[in-house]
């Protein structure tokens, strides 16, 4: 079982950055891959990155590839999303979610943390 909290949501200029934050409660967090998904009012929840279990191996969703970097730190039991050049587009609730798969798929994902919204003004 893994537990999932996100932080590091704001209020954010469009061009500004931000760095969103997910701390894992369990002990197998090293084990699985993890990814950041993104849902804004009225639309699906959307892939926007993952990486595999070492960080070695990431995925971008075209959208924000150049702008935003996953990373994590199997130590602290967290993984990171920076998020640079930002965009009102960018406006949404983020969530990060852990699986055994690198995927683009929410439904290839276990375990899901509660939501950090994310607010860019133009």
């Known amino acids: 079982q893994v537990q999932l909290v996100e932080s590091g949501g704001g209020l954010v200029q469009a061009g500004g950055s931000l760095r969103l934050s997910c701390v894992a409660s369990?002990?197998?967090?090293?084990?699985?891959?993890t990814g950041w998904f993104r849902q804004a009012p009225g639309k699906e929840r959307e892939f926007v990155a993952a990486?595999?279990?070492?960080?070695?191996?990431?995925s971008y969703a075209n959208s924000v590839k150049g702008r935003f970097t996953i990373s994590r730190v199997n130590a602290k039991n967290t993984v990171y999303l920076q998020m640079n050049n930002l965009k009102p587009e960018d406006t949404a609730v983020y969530y990060c979610?852990?699986?055994?798969?690198?995927?683009?798929?929410?439904?290839?994902?276990?375990?899901w943390g509660q939501g950090t919204q994310v607010t860019v003004s133009s």
């Open positions: 369990g002990r197998t967090f090293s084990t699985y891959a």
């Open positions: 990486n595999n279990w070492n960080g070695r191996i990431t």
């Open positions: 979610a852990a699986g055994k798969l690198t995927a683009v798929s929410a439904a290839d994902y276990d375990y």
